[in-house]
């Protein structure tokens, strides 16, 4: 009889849990954020405020395949980036308000601290995709491509001057 007490109590319990759940105990998760070029796609972080710009993919031992980050301006505009504290290589395409690729290069790494090169994107650009280095030569990826964005929100919600 106690048992049978117990096993009340636990469905009592786990139904009343549901219910004050309600949907945020939801284990559905939105799809990640993806960025297809040439066919290959690459799972991204997004960089969409000025932090997050700013640390990129610093003090990273590595980027595993197939992942990156994609680095969202609020408008577009020439862009410049470095290999401030970067561990490994990194291939970067920077991508017009379209998603076209306006520019690649392949950034090598530099003395920790003591980083000096920077690579441009030579127009306006409103994204920046960087991946472990080699995977753009790979896909084939060239200026004139252009990028299908899957879950990536608005830019204009970015954070930085309008």
Same mark, same amino acid.
């Given at each position: 009889?106690?048992?049978?007490?117990?096993?009340?109590?636990?469905?009592?319990?786990?139904?009343?849990?549901?219910?004050?759940?309600?949907?945020?105990?939801?284990?559905?998760?939105?799809?990640?954020?993806?960025?297809?070029?040439?066919?290959?796609?690459?799972?991204?972080?997004? +960089?969409?405020?000025?932090?997050?710009?700013?640390? *990129?993919?610093?003090?990273? &031992?590595? #980027?595993? @395949? =197939?992942?990156?980050?994609?680095?969202?301006?609020?408008?577009?505009?020439?862009?410049?980036?470095?290999?401030?504290?970067?561990?490994?290589?990194?291939?970067?395409?920077?991508?017009?308000?379209?998603?076209?690729?306006?520019?690649?290069?392949?950034?090598?790494?530099?003395?920790?601290?003591?980083?000096?090169?920077?690579?441009?994107?030579?127009?306006? +650009?409103?994204?920046?995709?960087?991946?472990?280095? *080699?995977?753009?030569?790979? &896909?084939? #990826?060239? @200026? =004139?491509?252009?990028?299908?964005?899957?879950?990536?929100?608005?830019?204009?919600?970015?954070?930085?001057?309008?």
């Amino acid at each position: 009889m106690a048992e049978h007490a117990n096993q009340l109590l636990l469905i009592v319990g786990l139904s009343l849990v549901g219910v004050l759940c309600g949907c945020s105990c939801s284990q559905e998760t939105s799809p990640p954020p993806t960025v297809t070029i040439r066919g290959r796609t690459w799972k991204v972080e997004l +960089a969409r405020t000025n932090q997050q710009r700013y640390d *990129g993919l610093s003090d990273r &031992a590595k #980027v595993p @395949e =197939g992942t990156g980050m994609l680095f969202i301006y609020p408008r577009p505009q020439e862009l410049e980036f470095c290999m401030r504290h970067c561990l490994a290589a990194l291939d970067i395409a920077f991508l017009d308000a379209n998603g076209t690729v306006v520019k690649t290069h392949t950034m090598r790494m530099e003395p920790y601290g003591r980083e000096r090169l920077t690579y441009g994107s030579g127009d306006r +650009a409103q994204y920046a995709l960087e991946v472990a280095a *080699g995977e753009l030569g790979k &896909a084939g #990826v060239r @200026e =004139g491509d252009v990028a299908e964005f899957f879950h990536i929100p608005d830019p204009a919600k970015a954070e930085g001057e309008p």
